[in-house]
């Protein structure tokens, strides 16, 4: 026992050296613009609450009316006895809401990633991934087996290239498939895919294409459904992904498209199979969030949101990674100078972590700043002021 906590501290000791140490930071109320931490009123702009629905109303309600029907515990997973009203309810608003055949509820995003694409290839097909992909998808990639290729990031001619290659292995073997995994809207950068050449490309190789829209949903589009409706591109994606717990308030990730899709995932995606199903009160809630979503509510939210990111964008110093887009990284460099930016900012009152490897690549440390709906424009005018 003695060694084994030894050597652990001894690895703690090295990240601590790294300026890579994590802690977990107490935050003592609900995901809203006035946070607490540590005893202090601080405005928070790291939540990826984008829309204020967390803490709405109408998430709540359906919340504690699905506990007091179905309690608080599935009991099972969704294939043993665990599959609840609330669940099947969800799938098909998440399938109306997006537009496709068919969709399939996730405890979480991450959990979604690793049973999609470890289910959708393995040995001997090829993965091709962004370079900047959340890690559930990196984590997803390398657990399938599939050969795992990586373009940079946005880059369409290192993506042409490998799938040139991909080509190539395919006539000698004959039958691996290829798919390619992107974000639309990149969580830790803010910019967004060029999804309309990606289609292109995915087309003309005949590879399949995956697309997380976990920071897009509810965001983009005239449906909000995401980037991917924006561009018009909903019938030419074999598999949406997407989360609840970001901009819709809730928690869970999904996947939307084909009956076959979700039929298949049912029997094939072991983060699903094997995993109780979520707690009901967490699907109501989610289709709450989609309903409000659509509603004039849902718009004026929306519009709110881009107002204030409209307001932050107008300094100088501020750019938006991409129009709309509710993630701001201001890129810092080394893990300790992007710890004492963000140690001063919540001195002076603002909650904005330092993003540090692994979730971005080393030596590119970085501030992300994040907007919602839910902050006034005297709360952006202030954070405007301090950067
Ligand atoms: C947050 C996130 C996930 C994981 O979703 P969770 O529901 O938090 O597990 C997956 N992909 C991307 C791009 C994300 O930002």
Redesign the pocket.
């Known amino acids: 026992m003695g060694s084994f906590e030894e050597e652990l501290l001894r690895r703690l000791k090295l990240l601590d050296e790294e300026n890579l140490r994590r802690r977990l930071r107490r935050l003592a109320s609900p995901q809203h613009p006035r946070a607490c931490v540590d005893g202090r009123s601080v405005l928070n702009f790291s939540s ?1 609450d984008y829309l204020g629905l967390a803490t709405h109303p109408a998430l709540k309600e359906a919340a504690m009316s699905a506990i007091r029907e179905f309690g608080t515990g599935s009991g099972a997973s969704r294939l043993v006895c665990g599959s609840l009203p609330a669940h099947h309810e969800l799938d098909e608003a998440l399938a109306d809401f997006k537009g496709t055949e068919s969709a399939l509820v996730f405890s ?6 690793l049973g999609t694409i470890t289910a959708l290839v393995s040995s001997p097909d090829i993965v091709v991934i962004d370079q900047l ?2 890690a ?2 990196v984590d997803a990639a390398r657990l399938s087996r599939a050969k795992l290729r990586v373009f940079a990031h946005n880059d369409l001619d290192d993506l042409e290239a490998i799938l040139k290659w991909s080509d190539s292995q395919r006539s000698k073997t004959n039958g691996p498939k290829v798919l390619i995994v992107t ?1 639309s809207l ?2 830790m950068d803010g910019d967004i895919a060029p999804l309309r050449e990606i289609v292109a490309l995915k087309e003309r190789f005949g590879a399949w294409l995956m697309v ?1 829209e ?2 897009a949903t509810g965001l983009f589009g005239q449906a909000q459904r995401g980037l991917v409706e924006e561009l018009d591109l909903s019938g030419r994606v074999e598999v949406q ?1 997407g ?4 901009a819709l308030g809730a ?3 999904y996947i939307a498209g084909s009956r076959a899709l979700t039929d298949y995932l049912v029997n094939k995606a072991r983060s699903f199979i094997f995993s109780t199903a979520p707690p009901p009160s967490v699907a109501a809630s989610a289709k709450a969030a989609l309903e409000l979503v659509r509603s004039t509510e849902g718009k004026e939210l929306l519009t709110r949101l881009r107002r204030n990111l409209a307001l932050f964008s107008a300094t100088k110093s501020a750019r938006l990674a991409a129009e709309h887009s509710p993630i701001i990284p201001l890129i810092v460099g080394g893990e300790e100078a992007a710890l004492q930016k963000s140690r001063a900012l919540l001195e002076a009152g603002f909650l904005v972590p330092a993003i540090r490897f692994p979730t971005v690549a080393r030596g590119k440390a970085r501030l992300r700043l994040t907007f919602s709906a839910a902050h006034t424009e005297e709360e952006v005018r202030r954070l405007m002021e301090v950067i």
Do not use: P, R
């Not at 979480?108 to 990633?113: C, I, L, M, N, P």
């Open positions: 990826n979480t995003g991450y959990a979604t990633a992909v959340h559930s998808i974000e990149f969580s997380d976990a920071h992904m989360t609840l717990g970001k928690a869970g990730g």
